[in-house]
């Protein structure tokens, strides 16, 4: 699954992590994140995440 980054903060979603603040387990892929999820840095929308190669 691909990793999706934040242009404001540089913070990466790896979706083999999720996001535990939010609720959201490992596993789940950036594009099932809910609509609403913002960044959990700085509150970006997840629309303006940007996609990036896998190291």
Sequence with gaps: ?????CPTCDYIYD??????????PAGTAFEDLPDDWTCPDCGEEKSEFVAIDEE
């Design 1 to 5: 699954m691909k990793r999706y980054q």
């Design 15 to 24: 979706p083999a992590v999720g996001d535990p603040e939010a609720d959201i």
